[in-house]
T-cell receptor, first 114, second 111 residues
Framework: DVKVTQSSRYLVKRTGEKVFLECVQD?????MFWYRQDPGLGLRLIYF???????EKGDIPEGYSVSREKKERFSLILESASTNQTSMYLC?????????????FGSGTRLTVV | QKEVEQNSGPLSVPEGAIASLNCTYS??????FFWYRQYSGKSPELIMF????GDKEDGRFTAQLNKASQYVSLLIRDSQPSDSATYLC???????????FGAGTRLAVHP
């Protein structure tokens, strides 16, 4: 089975800190995604990457950046954390197959910015 | 208008009944449609996907797609308390097949 691992389950950071959320997949997938999930809003796409060093903005990229230096690792960066970035962050990896047939999610990182 | 719309619920059904979950989407170019189940505090897990108009059955689950009406639904037969969760509808969009999610419908199956 594909495994998508997010480095932290829970994080508490202070306003203004630079925050790194790490995601690693073990199946050589080309496509990786970062979502945030908030009550009543569902999952919203922040950024995605379709290859090493390639990235595309999703629906809510403001305040975030990403890095994909290696195929297996996709990092989400909060340059200067703010309280409105308190959320559940979910990483996903997509393998061969149409659409979400190949989507696998990590277990999520619940980030609290104080 | 949201791209993917779902009734937030909660949808409450008795054990053994059929639960019907509905979803509409706005992008006529969407090609693939998915239902994910998410238990509280857990990440989403894929339970059904459908690409063609009509019905697709898998055990107690049936996905229905009507592209002309831009409508996709999920039926859960013989609902069990363990089916109590939030069900997320997702559709593909764009050349990279990124997934766009609805806000989810909370299902509660009571004994």
């Amino acid at each position: 089975d594909v495994k998508v691992t997010q480095s932290s389950r829970y994080l508490v950071k202070r306003t203004g800190e630079k925050v790194f959320l790490e995601c690693v997949q073990d199946m050589d997938h080309e496509n990786m995604f970062w979502y945030r999930q908030d009550p009543g809003l569902g999952l919203r796409l922040i950024y995605f990457s379709y290859d090493v060093k390639m990235k595309e903005k999703g629906d809510i990229p403001e305040g975030y950046s990403v890095s994909r230096e290696k195929k297996e690792r996709f990092s989400l960066i909060l340059e200067s954390a703010s309280t409105n970035q308190t959320s559940m962050y979910l990483c996903a990896s997509k393998g061969p197959g149409q659409g979400g047939n190949g989507y696998t999610f990590g277990s999520g990182t619940r980030l609290t910015v104080v | 208008q949201k791209e993917v719309e779902q009734n937030s619920g909660p949808l409450s059904v008795p054990e053994g009944a059929i639960a019907s979950l509905n979803c509409t989407y706005s992008d006529r170019g969407s090609q693939s449609f998915f239902w994910y189940r998410q238990y509280s505090g857990k990440s989403p897990e894929l339970i059904m996907f459908i690409y063609s108009n009509g019905d697709k059955e898998d055990g107690r689950f049936t996905a229905q797609l009507n592209k002309a009406s831009q409508y996709v639904s999920l039926l859960i037969r013989d609902s069990q308390p363990s089916d109590s969760a939030t069900y997320l509808c997702a559709v593909t969009q764009g050349g990279y097949n990124k997934l766009i999610f609805g806000a989810g419908t909370r299902l509660a199956v009571h004994p």
